[in-house]
């Protein structure tokens, strides 16, 4: 596709319940990033690819949260055990390799824990 | 920690105004500063970048300042126009990778 896509646009799930939130990169593109957006305030980073491993998983906030990128394009976010405080926008970009180059963000998965 | 600092939390300009934000940043390893521009709804478009060894860049309407010694920059919009309303952020980067690290985010409106 021409940009980053983004799937599901919105989810609503109930706490303690298990979700997956999935990223289509540009394609090409090697380098891929999630990052986590609460109301009012900037994206904070989650976890960067490198082709198909995790170079950089610093941002995941507890072992609750997975991600995983088998093939080195699409890559899946997955939230175990839901809390109402994973309520978010989790927004995937992508780069055309690691470092200094534009990244490029999808419209984002709007995840609502009720 | 927060890494990025970024004012004001909000602002209203007249249509053909000059907006400016502001972000001062911590860790001086950072080399890569880019403005996102974003609007509800939508991911975060990158606007325009700078690296530390400019002190100035003009993209169409939109100048970064940047000062190293202050560890500080800032973002200025020429002839604002409504369609300039939007959420902007400042970020920064280190040398290696595109790992983010995002101010807090300006809500711009510019009024017509």
């Known amino acids: 596709g021409a940009g980053v896509s983004q799937t599901p646009s919105n989810k609503v799930t109930e706490k303690g319940k298990y979700v997956e939130l999935r990223c289509d990169p540009i394609s090409g593109h090697t380098a891929l990033y999630w990052y986590r957006q609460s109301l009012g305030q900037g994206p904070e980073f989650l976890i960067y690819?490198?082709?198909?491993?995790?170079?950089?998983d610093s941002g995941l906030p507890n072992d609750r949260f997975f991600a995983v990128r088998p093939e080195g394009s699409v890559s899946t976010l997955k939230i175990q055990r839901t809390e109402r405080g994973d309520s978010a926008v989790y927004l995937c970009?992508?780069?055309?390799?690691?470092?200094?180059?534009?990244?490029?963000f999808g419209q984002g998965t709007r995840l609502t824990v009720v | 920690q927060q890494q990025v600092k970024q004012s004001p939390q909000s602002l209203i300009v007249q249509k053909g105004g000059i907006p400016i934000i502001n972000c001062a940043y911590e860790?001086?390893?950072?080399?890569?500063f880019p403005w996102y521009q974003q609007f509800p709804g939508k991911g975060p478009a990158l606007l325009i970048a700078i690296r530390p060894d400019v002190s100035e860049k003009k993209e169409g309407r939109f100048t970064i300042s940047f000062n190293k010694s202050a560890k500080q920059f800032s973002l200025h919009i020429m002839d604002s126009q409504p369609g300039d309303s939007a959420t902007y952020f400042c970020?920064?980067?280190?040398?290696?990778?595109?790992?983010?690290?995002f101010g807090a985010g300006t809500i711009l409106r510019v009024k017509s």
């Open positions: 860790n001086t390893a950072f080399d890569y």
């Open positions: 970020a920064a980067s280190l040398e290696y990778g595109n790992k983010l690290v």
């Open positions: 970009a992508s780069s055309l390799v690691g470092g200094r180059t534009e990244a490029f």
């Open positions: 690819f490198q082709g198909t491993g995790a170079a950089d």
